[in-house]
């Protein structure tokens, strides 16, 4: 998508519920939530938020950039890593306000500490009784941070 082409303004709650283009709401801080699944296996990988930026970009490149709020930009998965996104499908949910991209991962990892998905943990109890322990899901990682991403001097 060029700089200058927009989204459609959203349109009635059919237009956007049943209709047939894509309308998403950015919420207050112009962010839209993203769910990256793995295109073969459904497993979900990670959880990121997308500007308007990002989300044209997803369009436009097929590669998945993100919006960071604690940094406050834009960055491309994979960038540092060599582990990119690369999107085979792009979803949006019944009133366009959550993206779900179906992807395929160069280099096998989707989280910054080495594991393959973000979620590498599970609570181990859901009762009442918890004390709140996390289970590695996950007991190996794909890569080593430490080595990845090197502090530059």
């Known amino acids: 998508m060029t700089e200058d082409k927009k989204f459609p303004a959203r349109g009635s709650i059919e237009e956007?519920?049943?209709g047939e283009l894509l309308q998403p709401k950015f919420d207050e801080k112009g962010l839209i939530p993203c769910i990256a699944q793995d295109a073969d296996s459904g497993e979900i990988l990670m959880f990121g938020y997308r500007n308007d930026t990002a989300l044209q970009a997803s369009?436009?490149?097929?590669l998945a950039p993100y919006y960071s709020r604690s940094r406050n930009k834009l960055w491309k998965k994979g960038e540092q890593s060599g582990h990119y996104q690369r999107i085979v499908s792009?979803?949006?949910d019944c009133d366009q306000d959550?993206?779900?991209?179906?992807?395929k991962i160069e280099g096998g990892a989707s989280c910054h500490l080495g594991y393959r998905s973000c979620f590498f943990?599970?609570?181990?109890d859901l009762s009442e009784k918890t004390d709140f322990k996390l289970d590695f899901i996950?007991?190996?990682?794909?890569f080593d941070?430490?080595?990845?991403?090197k502090k530059k001097n």
């Open 16 to 18: 956007i519920e049943g």
């Open 59 to 62: 369009i436009s490149t097929g």
């Open 90 to 92: 792009l979803q949006i």
């Open 98 to 103: 959550c993206v779900l991209i179906k992807i």
């Open 121 to 124: 943990r599970g609570l181990g």
């Open 138 to 142: 996950e007991k190996e990682k794909v």
């Open 145 to 149: 941070p430490n080595d990845v991403y």
